[in-house]
């Protein structure tokens, strides 16, 4: 049964430091894995899908990678602002796309 | 706006009442998902159409939740009489089937089902 984890659950940081967060899953025979952004209340925002061909990819100040083998996934943001303040959630998409989620990372950028 | 869109946005119901909600999808999208998320977690799959077929229901689907797409567009998830624990928010998803984002799915803004 595939599970999906995320460390830390939470993570503060000071506004412009570069930070990772981290997504592992336990199976390693995946399609895609995809990176969501979640504001409080709010829908799913998708950042970033890698194909599992794939080792990463980037979208503007985002960068994500995958490790299929190791069965690990980390999304870089560069240049952090307090803009991006929310919950960050990692999905990996299975044979008929259903995805299995991790339980989130909250991240706060303090000002 | 031709992204996934869901109504109502919130619910307020009681104990033992029956609610429906509504996916409106991406037009072009053949492929639609409803997840359940409650507070501090990540969604959990509910159930998978392919055009009107429902081809793929979670464990987590009790007999008192149904899910219809009657014409391959728009989609209704009805929960009979709602407990407290079916509180949550409720998401769905839609996919089409082009190269390149063929299997990027994209969410609607979720319904926020409070049982009181």
């Known amino acids: 049964k595939q599970e999906v984890t995320q460390i830390p659950a939470a993570l503060s940081v000071p506004e412009g430091e570069n930070l990772v967060l981290n997504c592992s899953f336990t199976?390693?025979?995946?399609?895609?894995l995809q990176w969501f952004r979640q504001d409080p209340g709010k829908g799913l925002t998708s950042l970033l899908l890698?194909?599992?061909s794939q080792r990463e990819q980037t979208s503007g100040r985002l960068n994500a990678s995958l490790d299929k083998s190791s069965g690990r996934s980390t999304l870089y943001i560069a240049a952090s602002q307090p803009g991006d303040s929310a919950t960050y959630l990692c999905?990996?998409?299975?044979?008929?796309?259903?995805?299995?989620w991790g339980a989130g990372t909250k991240l706060i950028i303090k000002p | 706006d031709t992204g996934v869109s869901q109504d109502p946005r919130h619910k307020i119901t009681k104990r033992g009442q029956n609610v429906t909600f509504r996916c409106d999808p991406i037009?072009?999208?053949?492929?639609l998902y409803w997840y359940r998320q409650t507070l501090g977690q990540g969604p959990e799959f509910l159930t998978y159409?392919?055009?009107?077929?429902?081809?793929?229901k979670s464990r987590l689907l009790s007999d008192r939740f149904s899910a219809e797409r009657p014409k391959g567009s728009f989609s209704t998830l009805e929960i009979q009489r709602t407990e407290q624990g079916d509180s949550a928010m409720y998401l769905c998803?839609?996919?089409?089937?082009?190269?390149?984002?063929?299997?990027?799915?994209?969410f609607g803004p979720g319904t926020r089902l409070t049982v009181l």
């Open positions: 998803a839609s996919r089409g089937d082009r190269r390149g984002s063929y299997n990027e799915q994209f």
């Open positions: 037009s072009e999208h053949n492929r």
């Open positions: 159409f392919q055009n009107e077929a429902q081809l793929e």
């Open positions: 199976d390693s025979a995946i399609y895609n």
């Open positions: 890698i194909q599992s």
């Open positions: 999905a990996v998409s299975t044979s008929n796309y259903q995805l299995i």
